[in-house]
């Protein structure tokens, strides 16, 4: 298993388990607007569109939310492991990179703080761990202005300066924890 797959993994898993115990699909999310389901189909909805846009395809699951995330899940999984297509050179506005970094590096963290999201919705008390705190935080920083465009991130929120520090990393995304 390579590092990239392992990295993958390490996202994918913790998100499957929330998924997992869900309840109500139409509760509301922290994203204004959303529910429970909106949330998990804007990210797969995301990867679908990624993957597309390189040739590849992720088949639409079917059953309920947490149903379809499990064949998604499956396909990406296999998709991350093909090797020559992961490391396949791509530009970016931040710079040259490859399909498989961009997955960890955009989509990866994506995958933290949607997980958030589906947890918040189910009333869970869902806490990031500092590794994943940092990532957000490294990925925010790396983005600059652009994490505020349009479908991104909301603006960010002000917070207490005694806030815990996942509610000041998830204030950066526009979320209030």
């Not at 996202?11 to 997992?20: A, C, N, R, S």
């Not at 509760?27 to 607007?33: D, K, V």
Request: charged share 25%.
């Amino acid at each position: 298993m390579s590092e990239l797959s392992e990295s993958w993994d390490r996202h994918t898993e913790p998100l499957t388990d929330v998924v997992g115990s869900v309840t109500d699909w139409n509760a509301a999310s922290p994203c204004e607007g959303w529910s429970a389901a909106d949330v998990l189909d804007h990210l797969m909805q995301t990867h679908r569109d990624f993957m597309a846009r390189h040739g590849r395809e992720i088949p639409l699951g079917s059953g309920n939310p947490a149903e379809q995330w499990k064949a998604h899940a499956a396909a990406l999984a296999e998709i991350v492991r093909d090797e020559a297509f992961v490391s396949t050179p791509m530009e970016t506005p931040f710079g040259d990179s490859t399909i498989g970094q961009v997955l960890i590096d955009f989509y990866g963290m994506d995958l933290i703080v949607h997980r958030w999201d589906i947890a918040t919705s189910q009333g869970m008390d869902h806490q990031l761990s500092g590794e994943e705190m940092a990532e957000v935080d490294v990925a925010v920083d790396g983005y600059g202005r652009a994490a505020y465009a349009p479908g991104i991130f909301g603006d960010p929120v002000d917070v207490p300066e005694d806030a815990s520090r996942q509610a000041k990393v998830l204030a950066r995304t526009g979320r209030q924890a």
